[in-house]
């Protein structure tokens, strides 16, 4: 998946809502840890990424998944609201603990 979605901001030269589609686990605990983060920022401000800083991508010499990942994830967030975006990653959780996944299957 890591390799298709940064061959694809490559070919396109931006970003796709479709990266958020469907989560690995691996995605699935960046995500988390990415919120957990934001959640014990404080007083301190989140330079990169935010939703506004999608032009940065182009900046690195080669895109990093997770970076593509979080920018994107930021941009729902400020267009869907972090609640609701919280409240997947939840569902998400829960779902895999009930089905007590240990592959790296999406969801």
Known sequence: KESAWTAAFLDEGR???????????EDLRTLVEFEDEYTRRGNFRLIFPTADTAYMQSYFVQPVYANLLLQQWQIDQETCGREDGIARLEALCCQRIARRLDSDDEC
Not at 15 to 25: C, D, G, Q
Request: glycine share 0%.
């Open 15 to 25: 970003l796709n809502r479709r990266i958020l589609k469907r989560l690995t686990r």
